[in-house]
């Protein structure tokens, strides 16, 4: 399959964001006199809305997740959005890809504002036509929803030709709602069996194999 319309997430597919996203948890928790878990469950916030994973990780009650949420963005906007790392080979990928005329575009979990900010620090938001998040105000963050909304603003795009890359289980199944192929990545922080658990068409172990696939030098099928 030749893919010309590329989806690709952000956390854990783009960039390696753990120590600014755990830090910011670390000081949402501490703001609220709550007790930090272990590494294990804080790297269960990399990839889900944020809004969720207090929900889920953390056991809060709905004050408490827009409390912990406010706190988190407090330190991320600050310090957390830089403590963050572009995976070796992304530049050169995304490079080669738009050298190929492939339409590129990021549909990220994260706020909008947050991800562009991201992109532009480490100079990649000149890749992509689009880069599409949640709102702050905790609207679109479902990634199927957020998937749906890219096509809908660029209705030329075909879903015949689109691909959704990603790490976790979320961007699988977004990609699944919105009726597009979907890549599992195993560099990032979600397992092999819950990337085909969720339905993936392919699975990737790192970036150089994934360029290889996108410009359709490599088949490689779950």
């Known amino acids: ?36 878990p272990f590494e294990s469950e804080l790297l269960k916030f990399i990839g889900p809305p944020i809004q969720q994973s207090f929900s889920e990780v953390c056991q809060f009650n709905e004050k408490e997740v827009l409390n912990a949420v406010r706190f988190y963005r407090e330190y991320f906007s600050q310090n957390g959005m830089i403590e963050n790392n572009v995976y070796d080979g992304i530049r050169e990928l995304l490079s080669d890809l738009q050298k190929e005329n492939k339409r590129l575009y990021v549909a990220t979990s994260k706020p909008t504002v947050f991800a ?11 890749f992509f036509i689009q880069i ?24 030329d795009l075909s879903k015949e030709d689109s691909v959704m890359v990603g790490d ?42 994934l360029k290889k696939m996108l410009l359709n030098e490599l088949k490689i099928m779950a």
Do not use: W
């Open 1 to 36: 399959m030749t893919y010309n319309t590329i989806l690709f997430d952000l956390d854990g597919t783009l960039t390696d964001p753990k120590v600014g996203i755990l830090n910011s948890v670390k000081y949402a928790l501490q703001k609220m006199n709550k007790a930090i």
């Open 116 to 126: 562009t900010k991201i992109l532009s620090h480490f100079q990649l938001d000149e």
């Open 132 to 155: 599409v998040g949640s709102e702050l105000d905790g609207t679109r963050i479902d990634k199927g929803e957020i998937i749906e909304y890219i096509f809908e603003k660029n209705n």
């Open 168 to 209: 976790r289980l979320h961007d699988i199944k977004g990609a699944k709602i919105a009726n597009i192929d979907a890549i599992g990545i195993t560099y990032g922080y979600g397992s092999e069996l819950e990337l085909i658990d969720a339905g993936a068409n392919a699975i990737i172990n790192n970036v150089e194999q």
